[in-house]
């Protein structure tokens, strides 16, 4: 599976962007897909997932309410909106994919797209 994330940029507090996350090679109903950040300095994080099973979504404590995880299956693609964005959401942006996996452990994913960058600052 081949995934290319894109959507990030520079937005002011309290903006909004949509990440995009497109998959080539397979298709993704199959899979967990998730959405995890890393600022400089910082370990990865995991900020969302939606699993494999039955579509079921998880978010960080520090995203919930903000962030809102989809995907679609038609287009091979899973979205991240994200509002009421903050300076500490700044980072680099990436999703990856688990196979058959109710769940999207940081180091137990099977495939990394590249990072989008989302900075957020007035």
């Known amino acids: 599976v081949q995934l290319q994330a894109s959507g990030g940029g520079l937005v002011q507090p309290g903006g909004s962007l949509r990440l995009s996350c497109a998959a080539s090679?397979?298709?993704?109903?199959?899979?967990?897909i998730g959405w995890f950040r890393q600022a400089p300095g910082k370990e990865r994080e995991g900020v969302s997932c939606?699993?494999?099973?039955?579509?079921?979504?998880y978010y960080a404590d520090s995203v919930k309410g903000r962030f809102t995880i989809s995907r679609d299956n038609a287009r091979n693609t899973v979205y991240l909106q994200m509002n009421s964005l903050k300076p500490e959401d700044t980072a680099v942006y990436y999703c990856?994919?688990?196979?058959?996996?109710?769940?999207?452990?940081?180091?137990?994913?099977?495939?990394w797209g590249k990072g989008t960058q989302v900075t957020v600052s007035s």
């Open positions: 090679g397979s298709t993704l109903d199959t899979y967990a």
């Open positions: 939606i699993n494999s099973v039955d579509g079921t979504t």
């Open positions: 990856a994919t688990r196979q058959y996996s109710d769940s999207c452990p940081v180091y137990g994913m099977d495939f």
